[in-house]
């Protein structure tokens, strides 16, 4: 059971309307690296853990969290958007080139032109001044972005990238708009991703120490089933050499310099005639319903 608490984790709205940066900020809702992104990924790993409650409970709790962030940016989106239009209409007029092609025939399309290339205009014909499920330049939110594979170490390593990602962002972002109420509420995100990474850190710790997983993931499949020669080999499969200066090229690893192929050049047989694909014999043209087999064309 879910409970809604009206009052938002934090939020301070915005000064003035903007609906370029509203459409910059539909990144964080919608994006690969978004809040639905780490909400859904959270809820679907407690959901699944198996594991001790701690980490569920855990799960959840920060899954729960990331429902409010999204309201948080849905509120701020709103806000950008709201009186938009207009004020979009007067500030193109302020450019004198603008001001120019707006004096033409039909200034209302140039208008709406200039609306459509500096907002997106879904805020206005779909959403009606709100925010959507879609990242900054449109493309809906995917169920696919999201990791619960059951395992809690390569779900929370996962986690941590997802967080890395996102805080980077986010102070993308900040950087983009000198709009005070949205840089302290951008603040509060960012804090709030500051301490997620560092949670996952944490928990990834701790997963260690519970002797519940450990590297490489998954731990407790058989190293004797690995080709083991090559489970500490660095190639190096590019031009220079520069890559045997890091630590994953020594203390423990073996760093080979010209590597060469394991394996023979593959040579496929010749594909199933009914599919008809291409081939470099002769193929049979098989009746469909008799199935008979008859020999038609020469390989060259």
Known sequence: MFLHTKRLQYFTPPES???????????????????????????????????????????????????GHIEILSTMIAQLLDNAPVQMQEDGAKDPVVGAVMGGEKPEGVIMDIMGAAMNPQHSIV???????????????????????????????????????????????YEMTRDPGVRDTLSFLIARDSMHQKQWLAA?????????????????????????EAANQFWNNSEGTESAEGRWA???FEYVA????????????????????????????QDLKSGSTSQKGTAK
């Open 204 to 228: 990834i710790e701790e997963l260690e120490a519970d002797g519940l997983e450990s590297t490489p993931v998954p731990s407790r499949f058989p190293t004797e089933l690995e080709k083991s």
């Open 250 to 252: 020594k203390n423990g």
């Open 258 to 285: 010209n590597p060469q192929p394991l394996g023979e050049e593959p040579v496929l047989p010749p594909g199933n005639a009914r599919l008809y694909t291409t081939t470099g014999i002769a193929t049979p043209t």
């Open 127 to 173: 959403s009606g001044l709100g925010a959507m499920p879609q990242d900054s330049v449109g493309f809906p939110w995917n169920g696919r972005f999201i990791i619960a594979s059951g395992n809690l170490m390569a779900d929370f390593r996962s986690n941590l990238h997802a967080e890395s990602q996102g805080r980077l962002q986010a102070v993308r972002l």
């Open 17 to 67: 309307p903007d609906p370029i940066y509203a459409k910059k900020m539909q990144e964080l809702i919608g994006g690969v690296f978004g809040e639905m992104t780490v909400m859904m990924q959270y809820l679907f790993q407690g959901w699944n853990c198996r594991g001790p409650a701690k980490y569920r409970d855990m799960l959840l709790d920060i899954g729960t969290e990331e429902i």
